[in-house]
């Protein structure tokens, strides 16, 4: 959460509602609805690193609102999170880890351990091509999301199936 | 084998109730009869002097209506199977049955009778005539079937409307896209309404936005009552299928019905964990 509410504040300053309105534009469905709790926890932790600085702002009608923007710490940190490379997604290292142990310590069959898996993602794909075939065309960033899950698992299968190669 | 004529409505009643298009009502597939049935179904390859075991005593059963994908590796026996069943190879031993009768001892001739009548096939490299039109491609089938040039047309012009691809009747199929070309060759699988439609790789030589189309028509002809056995790499294919039956080294290793996990997922934002 930290750094998506500096990028936006990167952008201009804005207060908390603000940055909740934001985020859900930005990336629609994409975006597990974010809390408003957890956004002001945040920018009172940001504050307290010194990365954002806020000041209440009157307002005629209303309790006054409390408008947060960037500090140049806050700009710098920024900066190295967006020019720093994200880590690739984990391998599914605890199937793995049981497929090689299981059949050693007498517990179970590798294949049926592999059929087994198989399943379970084939029933997780299927949930995703629902999801994708009821996806807001007009969404790109929850298309492009179901997208990269759906390749993610049809790697998880093809990997499967090279285990099933070797190790049967 | 008697000879059976289902083109249009002259022939016997249709298998499973269901009206000819994509978009016939939803008939979900029961514990109906077996469409097809193969008891220790045996391929074998000899060439000089090498022998190849490509399937080695399959046992399965495809009943009406319903969606079965077939996965395994390279070389596992699945596009052997396919073939075997759809009569383009002979079996070296084993049975074949189809809607209750043994099929596996017909001749060459047989089998291209039966093939018309009863299935549908879908290549990876779609296989169209290239040297005749898109809506000669799909009423081929139907006049083979014996179906007069008026039914063959009209069958034609439904199906290419439903499969988005109306305007293109008249062009050749080199002028197609690869997703194009595969509707094309779906519509002429499902021009005779076959009993079964097996697919091999249908959607191997396609990008993943013509995926999503052929994807699509092959849900819509599944819910219309369409029975289907698709060979498949492509899982999101496979998702689809009421079962699917994994293949290994030219045997069953597994063979189970596609349960969603129920998780509730309350959005696209619970598919993937955004960091940050």
Redesign the interface.
């Known amino acids: 959460m930290r750094q998506p509410l500096l990028a936006l504040l990167a952008k201009e300053p804005a207060h908390g509602y603000e940055l909740k309105l934001a985020l859900e534009q930005t990336f629609g469905q994409a975006y597990p609805s974010p809390n408003i709790g957890q956004i002001y926890v945040t920018l009172k932790r940001l504050e307290q690193d010194g990365l954002v600085r806020s000041e209440d702002v009157e307002q005629t009608t209303r309790p006054n609102k409390r408008v947060y923007e960037l500090t140049p710490a806050g700009r710098e940190a920024l900066r190295a999170w967006v020019n720093e490379p994200s880590d690739g997604p984990r391998v599914r290292d605890e199937f793995f880890i049981k497929l090689i142990l299981a059949p050693m310590a007498g517990l179970a069959d590798r294949m049926e351990l592999m059929n087994a898996q198989r399943r379970h993602y084939l029933g997780i794909m299927r949930n995703l091509t629902e999801l994708q075939a009821d996806a807001d065309p007009a969404d790109v960033p929850a298309r492009l999301l179901i997208e990269g899950a759906i390749l993610h698992l049809q790697a998880d299968l093809d990997w499967l199936e090279r285990c099933q190669e070797e190790l049967v | 084998m008697r000879r059976r004529r289902r083109y249009p409505t002259g022939g016997d009643p249709p298998v499973t109730p269901r009206s000819g298009g994509l978009t016939a009502p939803p008939n979900p597939p029961g514990p109906g009869p077996a469409l097809i049935k193969t008891s220790k179904l045996v391929k074998v390859y000899r060439a000089d002097g090498v022998t190849v075991e490509a399937v080695r005593g399959v046992d399965i059963e495809l009943a009406v209506g319903e969606f079965v994908a077939v996965?395994?590796?390279s070389g596992s026996g699945k596009s052997t199977l396919l073939h075997v069943l759809g009569g383009l190879e002979p079996a070296t031993s084993g049975e074949i049955w189809l809607r209750g009768e043994r099929v596996d001892r017909l001749s060459t001739a047989g089998w291209a009778v039966l093939r018309r009548q009863h299935i549908g096939f879908v290549f990876q490299f779609f296989n169209l005539l290239s040297n005749m039109t898109v809506a000669d491609n799909v009423e081929l089938p139907a006049l083979l079937a014996g179906a007069t040039p008026r039914q063959a047309r009209k069958r034609r012009e439904e199906l290419l409307a439903e499969l988005g691809i109306a305007d293109k009747a008249g062009a050749a199929p080199a002028r197609l896209s690869g997703g194009e070309q595969q509707r094309v060759a779906l519509a002429r699988a499902l021009a005779n309404e076959p009993s079964v439609l097996l697919a091999d790789e249908p959607t191997g030589n396609l990008d993943?936005s013509n995926t999503?189309d052929v994807?699509?028509l092959l849900?819509r002809a599944h819910a219309g009552g369409q029975a289907i056995l698709m060979v498949t790499?492509?899982?999101?294919v496979?998702?689809?299928a009421d079962r699917?039956i994994?293949l290994?080294d030219g045997m069953v290793?597994?063979d189970?019905k596609?349960?969603?996990?129920p998780?509730p997922?309350?959005?696209?934002?619970?598919?993937?964990e955004?960091?940050?």
């Open positions: 996965m395994g590796p993943s999503r994807l699509r849900r790499h492509d899982a999101r496979a998702s689809l699917v994994n290994f290793a597994d189970a596609i349960v969603p996990i998780r997922m309350n959005g696209v934002g619970d598919v993937l955004l960091r940050g």
